[in-house]
Each structure stands twice: as C-alpha cells, then as structure tokens.
C-alpha cells in the first residue's frame, strides 16, 4: 500500500513459516495465496483482497485442523481485518476478526503469529482515528519484536513510526522509520523499505524541509512497480500544496480520488476532499472550500473517525470565515464567532488542542473584522505550520489596528511577510519560490489595507513592495545540471520539435496527441527534478526581505535617474498608486478594477488579431478603432491622474498591468517607459553599466521570413561602430551555441518564435534550429548579458501567481542578472518586429538607453502607420532598467 501515516498506515503482512507434512505443504500453498490476496491490497483493491482471503480460509477448514494449518486459517483472519474496516468502517467486527486470529495463536504457541495479530490490532485501531489507544497497542506489539518475522518487524516499526508523526514526535518517529528500512532490507522486501523512505519523507515535511521531503516522495515512488498508491499522493500533493502549487496538487489528488473510489479506500477519498478543500481556500474559492470540506466531514462521521471528522468540520468555519470577510458580510461575523469558540469548546474537551487553538483564531479574526476587540493577542508557536503562523500574525495585526496603532499592526505584517520569505528562501526551485506567495496573500492584502487608511503615501509604496515578488530579492537560483536532467530536457526538444513537424498532418492527429502527452510528462519530471533543491534553509526571517525597498531609496533612484517611479496595487475593487519624485511621494489614481481587467484583455485581444496577416482592410481598421480606445482609455485611467506627460517612467505593475503594453498608451508613446516587476529589480537593474565596447551577439531562429536578415543587420549595426559583433543564424544557432553566447555577451539580441507557456512558465521559450531554449535552462552561473532584446512573440509574457509573483521568460532572464529586456507582451508580426528592432539597435548603438531606442523606433512606427502605411502596433516594452 502506499504512505503509512495520517491514520492510513501500510497493513502488517506475514511470512511464512517452514513446512514438512503432506498437509503443510497444502499449507504453503494456501499461504501463497494469502500473499497474492495481499499485494491486491496493497495496490489498492481491498474488496478483491477480502474475497481471496475468504476463498483462502474455506480451503484451509477443509483441511485437518495442524498446527500449519490452523496458522493458515488466523493468517487469513488476521489479514481480512484492515481491508473489512476500511471499507466498512466497522471497527467491532474488524477487531472481532483479529480476537479469532489471536486465540489461534494462543494455541499453536506461534510467536510469530502473536506479533502479527498484536500489530495488526495496533493499526485497525489507529485506523479507527483512537490514537491514543493504538500508541498504546504498538507499544505492545514492539515487544513482542524479537519474535517476529523480519517483515512484521519492519512494518510493526513503520506504524508506530506513522503515529509519532501524527503526534508530531519527529525524532522518535524518524527512529522507528529508520529502524523499519533496516528491517525491511533484511527481509528483502524493496517496496517496504520505499514506504519507510516515504514516511521519511513525512518527516522531513513537517520539519519543513520541503524539497528533501519531495526527494525522498520521488525516491519511494520508484518503488512501486503499479503506481502510487492514493495515500502516496495525498503525500506529495500536501508538500506541493504547502509550497504554493495548488493546480499540481489539485491535480494529483483528484487522479487520487478516482482511484480510491474505484477501490473503496473511503478514508483516503475523504482525506482528498478535504486536501482539496484547502487548495480551494487558498485559491480564494471559499464556496467550493466549504463544500468539499462538508462532504469529507460526512464520510469521517459515516466511518466514525471523529479526529478527521473534526479537522473537516474546522476547515467548513475556516471558508465561511474567509467568505464572510471578503463579502465584507459584517452581520454574519458574530454568529460566525459563536459556533467558532463552541467548536474549540468541543475540541478541548476532546483533547484536541491544536485544532481548538485554530478555531479561537478563527473566532478572534471573525470578531475583530465585525468591529470588535480582543483583549489579549494570540500567542506565535515555533512549531506551528506557515498558514497557521500567517494566521496568528494576521490575527495580532486586526487587533492592534482595532486598538488604534495601525503603525503597530503594520510592523506586525512586515514580520509575517518576512516569515514568508524566510520560508520562500528555503526553496531551491524559482517555480517553488514563486508559488510559495499565495501563503501570504491575506496578509499583505490587510497591509495594504491598513497602509491606504493611514492615508500616507511612504507607508503604501513600502508595504505594496514589501509584498511584492519577494522571490525576485532573494539569491539567486541555478538550475540542476546533473545527467538525469539534461537528459530529460534533450529527449523534451526533441518530442517538441517532432510534434511541431507533424502539426498540419491529419493523418498525423494521433501521433501529434501522443507526443504532447509525452512532452508534458517531460517538463512535469523536470520541474520535479527542480523542486527537490534545497535553498538556503537558515533561519533569517528578516535577511529574507530586509532589502525589500524604502521610500528613501527610491528617492534617491529617482533623484539620480530624473525618471518618476510609479507602483500600483489592487486595493479591494480598485487600483490605487503611488508615484514618486525626487520631492515625495503622493498617492494617485483610484480605477476600477473591473473594466481594466476587461480594457486589458481586450487590448491585448485586439493586438493578436491586429498582427494577424492578410487581414480584410474594412476588419483592420475595426480592430484598430477598438485598439485605439481601449488604449486610450487605459490611458486616462491609469496614467492621465500621474500628470507625468513627456517624462520618462518607471512602473512596478502587478496582475492584467503587468502584461499590459504600456508605451503604446497615448501618453507614453514616444517616452521610455520601463516595467518592472518590483522596484527592487529595478534599483538592482539599473546599477548596471554599459561598457564602451559591449560584447554583441545577435541570433536568429528558423521558421521566420525576416530573422535572419534582422540578425545580420543588427550584427552589422554594432560592428560598424563598435568593430566586432557575432553573428549566429541557420544550423549555427543552436540551444548550445545560445548559452555559450549569453555567457560572452553585454548585449544579445534573439530573432526567433517565441512562446510563453501560460500553465507551464519555466518552459516558455524561443525555438532555435535544434529545438526550443527553455527558460528554465538559463544560469547565472554561466554569466548572461546585462542586456537582451527578443523579437519573438509572447516573450514578455508571464504567468501571474499570487503573491504579485510574475514568471515567464522574461522574468527568469531578469532573476538571473539580465538588468533591461526588451520583449513583447502581444503577438508581433515578423516584418514588424524586425524593423521596429533594427531601429533599437541603430540609436542603442549611437548612445541611446535601451528604454529610449525602444520609445523612438515606436513612435516612428505609429508614424508611419498614421501616415497610411498598414501596420500593425509593435507591443513591446522594457523591462527591469534602461541600458
């Protein structure tokens, strides 16, 4: 069976003993049997286990009643009893099995079969959710250790390993694991020696070391030849859920559900409706939360597992507490409070402390938020789990504010979003990191909140950058290079490449099908392979953000550059911003969320379609009449309150404004406009210098009717006043040759097909001759340019998570070092790109900033576009800092 912990640990199984008579012989093959009945538990299928063993002790009471065979008759017994309970719930008649099997036992004198039934009575009753008295009875079986089989002795080891963790005692929990694998190495037996790997694992997620814990997940795995068990990914889906990626859990534990119900593992189907539960609070649907939720504390209470029955009933307050606040139903809130406190009531009395100390926070939060106070503040337990911590910072910080120091609750935000980023740090993997914000939404959205009402512009741009990708100020991040990885990302381009050939072949559907299958198997164990690196796990709550930007040091970067710095945030339904100048800050704009997210789909809708070839003139200009206004509309929402005509601007955007093509707004055209996806980037980004001579690569990609003449002529852009600049086109412009030449360059220009994987972000690309180059493949380590220009579609894309974390291909080059990319955040047609950049290189390579070239060859584009010519805009934006 699968992970053996949580109330599901692994069934005990027997060996068998040796055999000499006629009679024991039949013995032996009945106890094969026994074994066959038994791994269709393990796989799963507990009902197809029960009726072998039944078939199995019919056999056995035909026999004469030896020794042997009466051993046969209370394995079978014994065996029966996990698979009967854990599909009827019936812990009398499971633990009735398990009486009969013992007084068989008794009298055949077998020590072997007496440690069997004691730890097989041991695990019904913890299955049965009493903990306590199934401590109890391992403690039992444990002593009965030295008689018993080398496979008992491991398993009796891996369930009370099981229920120390469920009792958080990791270092006796991590003993008995320990113990189990030695056991199980000695009894030959690889797929339970992976179960005690994967309870390891367990371990190592409640001490909070995520990635070793996904290590040793991946590692177990390996060791079930039929697939995870669902218990197994439950497991792996609570580290992917703890870590922020809430669709990968999602997805494996509905894969877990289908099969759990498919073989009657009802406490495993519960456990998935509530793990996704929890994913659906976090990903802010508290409907859907509450619902999944109220089914599994249905099935708990059916089973009579009163221990999760309470953990579900507690998640059901938990989403009608986080409904009611973002409905801002204030009525609703006491009522709310009530049933919270009766509940924790209940709890303690059931000596369930830890969910009642959960509930109390509910309660408080539910109170605070309705306009009560709260005499004393919720204690910070060390041992608490990051959501639970969030909480009770979240907590404090209601009552502090309703006390009247919102300066106070404010610091006490900036604690818990430093504990964010601590926890963040620890995560080797740029996609972890970036994921892990979604713990720290509610927090910083009441920031936010307390930083609006104090009405003080520095108190707001702080808290909004404090909030905002805090994985972008942490160390930087190196890809894995060991063998298994590079191989997974060859064998990737290549089914990417061949897939591309075949699109277009209807003969070639299927093929086509299969291969994107297998490719997105490829990037899910690359990203695997990636989320089990550790970071850097000290303990530096405050180091993690203690460089999150003040607005002293924006002024100063304002005052040094002469370009305003503006930062906008979503404030309840409303964009608010901050705009600073070398004088102050003041606060600005107040547009509804709303129609900008509808202004920005359709903007960016009608730039796709504008880019679209051979387009009927009468249907062109109707998109671009609708182009023009959304544009201009925009402009007057966002920009037009700032009073910042004919300046440059710098803007640290989040959400549809991150992807939003600024400097086509009316206003901006023309200007340098740069985006940032926080100002820490670009205070980083724009110490970088441009040296007199700067090293030029420009690259061209297949499949594009201009690129390589862009390539060559913005080569030849470089070299006439500078002497020298590589050039990469045809068979030359391999995924190689590119890291090569990222490693050598100041300045690298990329004409190639781009594409930005919206579920997949890490695996947006531009496509060279041997196949696409990955975001994910990029290190700094190797040395990248200070400057990259992509005249690719979609490169400027990014998948936003929350968290105002950004990730795409453009934001990796920036989290590695690259200080100003140029990219597009629309679809870009060929002939347009390519003029529109050989301009940028013309007037980078005559002096001009990289947000300057860009801002001139846009405006002479519009130019020639109003003067009749029928081009399509050219979307592209700077990003990080000018260069």
């Not at 108190?459 to 190196?478: C, N």
């Not at 391999?734 to 690298?748: G, I, N």
């Not at 894309?797 to 950004?806: H, K, N, S, V, W």
């Not at 453009?810 to 590695?816: A, N, S």
Request: charged share 25%; with cysteine.
């Amino acid at each position: 069976m699968a992970s053996a912990r949580d109330g599901n640990p692994t069934p005990l199984l027997s060996s068998t003993s040796g055999r000499r008579s006629g009679v024991a012989l039949d013995a032996a093959v009945l106890d094969a049997e026994i074994e066959l009945a038994l791994a269709k538990f393990r796989d799963g299928r507990p009902a197809v286990a029960t009726q072998m063993l039944k078939g199995v002790r019919r056999k056995a009471e035909k026999l004469p009643p030896e020794p042997a065979v009466r051993s046969v008759v209370a394995r079978t017994l014994v065996s029966e009893a996990a698979p009967y309970f854990d599909m009827s719930g019936d812990l009398p008649g499971a633990l009735a099995l398990i009486d009969e099997a013992e007084a068989i036992a008794t009298v055949v004198a077998s020590p072997v079969l007496s440690a069997k039934v004691a730890g097989q009575r041991a695990l019904v009753v913890l299955r049965s959710g009493d903990t306590e008295r199934a401590l109890a009875l391992f403690d039992v079986a444990a002593g009965l250790i030295d008689g018993a089989a080398p496979r008992d002795r491991a398993l009796i080891m891996l369930n009370r390993g099981v229920l120390h963790l469920e009792h958080a005692h990791l270092a006796q929990a991590e003993q008995d694991l320990e113990r189990s694998a030695i056991f199980s190495e000695e009894a030959g037996d690889e797929r339970l020696a992976g179960m005690a790997t994967h309870n390891l694992g367990y371990v190592d997620f409640l001490a909070g070391r995520i990635p070793r814990a996904l290590a040793a997940y991946e590692k177990a795995a390996a060791s079930v030849p039929r697939g995870a068990h669902p218990a197994m990914l439950l497991d792996r889906a609570r580290a992917l859920r703890e870590a922020g990626l809430l669709g990968e859990a999602d997805a494996l534990l509905a894969q877990g559900a289908v099969d759990g119900r498919a073989d009657r593992l009802y406490q495993e189907v519960g456990e998935i409706e509530l793990l996704r539960a929890e994913c659906a609070l976090a990903q802010d649907d508290p409907p859907a939360a509450r619902r999944l939720a109220g089914s599994a504390a249905r099935r708990f209470a059916k089973r009579g597992n009163e221990r999760w029955e309470r953990k579900a009933q507690l998640l059901v307050l938990r989403a009608e507490q986080v409904a009611a606040t973002s409905a801002r139903r204030v009525r609703a809130l006491p009522a709310l409070a009530g049933r919270a406190e009766a509940f924790a009531a209940r709890c303690r009395s059931e000596s369930r402390d830890d969910l009642a100390r959960t509930a109390d926070l509910l309660a408080a939060a539910c109170r605070l938020h309705a306009g009560q106070t709260l005499d004393a503040a919720p204690r910070l337990h060390p041992g608490d789990p990051l959501p639970l911590r969030l909480l009770t910072h979240e907590v404090r910080a209601l009552r502090t504010a309703r006390a009247g120091d919102d300066a106070k609750a404010l610091a006490e935000v900036r604690r818990g979003l430093a504990e964010l980023g601590s926890f963040q740090r620890t995560f080797g993997s740029l996609d972890l990191r970036t994921a892990g914000a979604v713990h720290g939404v509610a927090l910083a959205r009441l920031g936010l909140d307390l930083a609006v009402r104090r009405d003080k512009p520095a108190g707001v741009v702080e808290m909004v950058e404090h909030a905002r990708a805090v994985s972008s100020r942490l160390p930087q991040l190196r890809p894995p290079r060991d063998a298994d990885t590079a191989r997974l990302l060859a064998e990737l381009r290549g089914v990417e490449e061949d897939a591309r050939r075949l699109e277009g072949d209807p003969e070639a559907a299927g093929q086509v099908a299969r291969l994107r299958q297998r490719a997105a198997q490829l990037q899910r164990d690359v990203r695997a392979r990636a989320w089990e690196i550790e970071g850097d796990s000290d303990d530096r709550a405050g180091e993690a953000t203690s460089d999150a930007p003040r607005l002293a040091d924006l002024r100063a970067a304002v005052d040094a550059s002469g370009t305003p710095f503006v930062s906008y945030a979503l404030h309840g339904d409303t964009w608010v911003a901050v705009l600073v100048r070398r004088d102050g800050a003041r606060l600005a704009v107040a547009a509804p969320a709303d129609e900008v997210a509808g202004l920005v789909r359709r903007v960016r809708a009608d730039l796709d379609a504008a880019a679209t070839p051979h387009v009927p003139e009468a249907i062109a200009a109707s998109i671009r009449g609708s182009l023009d206004s959304g544009l201009a509309r925009l402009d007057a929402l966002l920009v037009a309150p700032l009073r910042v005509d004919g300046e440059p601007l710098v803007v640290s955007a989040a959400g549809p404004l991150a992807v939003l093509p600024w400097p086509l707004l009316p206003s901006r055209l023309g200007v340098p406009t740069v985006v940032t996806p926080g100002a820490g980037t670009w205070l980083r980004a724009r110490t970088a210098t441009r040296p007199t001579r700067p090293a030029v690569t420009a690259l061209a990609g297949p499949g594009l009717h201009e690129s390589e003449k862009e390539a060559r002529d913005v080569a030849g852009t470089w070299a006439a006043p500078q002497g020298d600049a590589d050039l990469l086109v045809a068979d030359d412009a391999t995924t190689a040759a590119a890291r090569a030449a990222l490693a050598r360059s100041d300045l690298m220009h990329v004409a190639a097909h781009g594409t930005h994987r919206a579920d997949s972000p890490l695996f947006s690309s531009v496509r060279l001759s041997d196949g696409p180059l990955y975001a994910y493949e990029l290190d700094p380590d190797e040395g990248v340019p200070s400057c990259v220009t992509l005249s690719a579609c979609e490169a400027g894309l990014a998948t936003l998570r929350p968290g105002d974390e950004g990730l795409g291909l453009t934001h990796v080059l920036l989290h590695v070092g690259v200080a100003s990319v140029v990219a597009g955040v629309a679809r870009v047609r060929d002939d347009v790109a390519a003029a529109v950049m050989r301009d940028v290189h013309r007037a980078m390579a005559a002096g001009a900033s990289s947000a300057e070239a860009l801002a001139a060859a846009q405006a002479a584009h519009a130019q020639e576009a109003a003067a009749g010519s029928p081009l399509p805009p050219a979307p592209f934006v700077t990003f990080g800092a000018p260069w």
